[in-house]
């Protein structure tokens, strides 16, 4: 496996996989060790505990909470794996896909969005260096395509 004829739209991408993936893999660890995600309030997590939504009985806000944050954590580190791979290891494929060069900025842009309206500061701002390196991707292919 050879890296060195990547190019910089390779690494830009890679760059922006590593970033979501790293953001992932903090937010699912975060998710199950710790107190991060639990609310300061002891009584809300109570609250939590014992309440279930009205789509269901089934589980509680406590346990959806839960779920909700993992599964967020699992959508992140697939773009950050598949995204990754592709630019590491079949750059011609995501190169020559319009698809999904478009389809992972408007992910990207959905969680940039997301980010400044409902998360704190730290993952924002993780998630913009990651969206500006795959903007920054973009822009590489398209001037190369106008280059020649």
Do not use: C, E
């Amino acid at each position: 496996m050879n890296f060195l004829p990547l190019s910089a739209f390779s690494w830009l991408v890679a760059a922006s996989a590593a970033t979501v993936l790293t953001l992932g893999l903090m937010h699912l660890v975060f998710t199950f060790h710790g107190r991060r995600f639990q609310p300061r309030d002891a009584a809300v997590l109570v609250a939590m505990q014992m309440t279930t939504p009205f789509i269901t009985r089934d589980t509680t806000m406590w346990k959806a909470w839960i779920g909700f944050n993992a599964s967020h954590s699992y959508g992140a580190m697939l773009f950050g794996l598949v995204w990754g791979y592709l630019a590491l290891w079949q750059p011609a494929v995501l190169a020559q896909s319009i698809f999904l060069q478009l389809l992972g900025l408007a992910l990207l842009a959905a969680y940039a969005y997301l980010g400044w309206r409902y998360w704190f500061k730290i993952p924002f701002r993780g998630i913009v260096l990651a969206l500006l390196l795959y903007a920054g991707a973009l822009g590489t292919a398209a001037l190369a395509v106008v280059m020649h």
